[in-house]
């Protein structure tokens, strides 16, 4: 627990002084300089001499951040259309990153797709930082625990052991877990300061779901599933669902429907990411009216969630308002009209990574634990 507070203190607040680090922590300067003396020797610390101050009484303190140089962490994430595999360094920045494409492949195509790109992807990454874990992430049902996505209809998996499989191709310690609790793991470590407190974690892709974390936690549910919200009824969804009824929010407002509805509206010829990205772009008005629809939907959506919950922040990953504010502000928009708790639409806000925000989730599964509990993590030198 004492090396967990001085890593989290240096990635919230390094470079800094172990005499800094132990006012903020409350830790004593003396467990401070033991704690830091382990991680420095893990390679999860490192001293920044150029950094160091001058011209006081006695020996000046060498200032410590998060180590950037030594340690990385792979991770995957598994899509419909496409899945990504990246390299990160222990503040979550992508060093390098590659996308499969899926489109064409099976379920099953894509995983053996997968497998056979990632032990060359590891192979081919910039040297120099050993890799001491991979981060797994997919929709759906995912067991952390077991390694295993549950269910992921979309890509038609049932019971498939991910991180056994993983573990096998690359020869790394893996750690599994669905889309959303990761992506909500992400902004905890290296987002913003409000997430430490409460939030919910919306994705909206052709898999729909949510995540909740309190107090710096991801909340893992019974049987691992994540909040189920796709079959949210929303305000003036009409198109019919899966489940038989009509008005949920998935079959409103996934990428699946939006796709389709681009495709019957003519703006792209085949239901694609990319193609619709690029109509948005070239200033297609029939595009830009789909997606702003969605917007208006997500926003429903966001509304009775805030209204539900009350979370300090809540984090919308869709493709859409993460490349256009415009498309956020619909959102916020709806959620100033909709939320009957007066919620702020500010609160509403994108993941912290970006257009790279899955890559880093994937990593984040990885770093969660290991910002956990830094002494015990497999793979680290020493440990």
């Known amino acids: 627990m004492n090396a967990a507070a001085v890593l989290r203190t240096v990635l919230e607040h390094g470079p800094i002084a172990r005499s ?18 382990d991680l420095l020797a893990l390679g999860l610390l490192g001293e920044r001499p150029d950094l160091a101050g001058s011209g006081g009484v006695g020996r000046p303190q060498l200032p410590v951040d998060i180590d950037t140089e030594r340690l990385a962490v792979a991770g995957v994430h598994v899509g419909v259309p496409y899945s990504t595999l990246s390299l990160l360094d222990l503040r979550g920045d992508v060093l390098v990153q590659e996308v499969l494409d899926n489109h064409g492949l099976t379920g099953r195509e894509v995983l053996q797709h997968l497998l056979a790109r990632l032990p060359g992807f590891l192979a081919d990454s910039p040297g120099g930082r050993q890799v001491v874990g991979l981060g797994a992430i997919t929709g759906g049902t995912v067991d952390p625990e077991r390694g295993v996505t549950v269910r992921h209809e979309p890509l038609d998996w049932y019971e498939v052991p991910l991180g056994r499989l993983l573990e096998r191709a690359s020869g790394l310690p893996v750690r599994v877990d669905n889309h959303a609790r990761a992506l ?55 198109a ?81 308002a993460m490349l256009d504010d415009r498309y956020l502000e619909a959102v916020r928009a709806e959620v100033a009209r909709r939320s009957l708790l007066g919620g702020d639409p500010e609160l509403v806000v994108t993941p912290r990574g970006g257009r790279d925000a899955l890559a880093v989730a994937a990593g984040a599964a990885v770093l969660g634990e290991l910002y956990r509990s830094p002494l015990a993590c497999r793979g680290l030198p020493g440990a």
């Open 184 to 238: 909500a793991q992400a902004e905890i470590l290296f987002g913003r300061p409000a997430a430490r407190r409460s939030l919910v974690q919306l994705f909206v892709g052709h898999v729909v779901d949510a995540a909740l974390a309190i107090g710096g936690r991801v909340h893992l549910g019974p049987q691992a599933a994540t909040g189920e919200v796709a079959h949210l009824r929303v305000p003036g969804g009409t």
């Open 20 to 37: 800094g680090v132990a006012a903020l922590s409350g830790l004593s300067p003396a467990a401070v300089s033991r704690q830091v003396v």
């Open 240 to 320: 019919d669902c899966t489940c038989g009824r009509r008005g949920c929010f998935a079959a409103a407002a996934s990428d699946t429907a939006l796709y389709r509805d681009a495709v019957t509206a003519g703006v792209i010829t085949a239901p694609d990411r990319a193609r619709l990205i690029a109509a948005v772009r070239a200033g297609d008005a029939r595009a830009d009216r789909l997606v702003l629809r969605r917007a208006r939907l997500v926003g429903r959506a966001v509304a009775l969630l805030m209204d539900v919950v009350n979370p300090d922040l809540v984090v919308l990953t869709e493709t859409f």
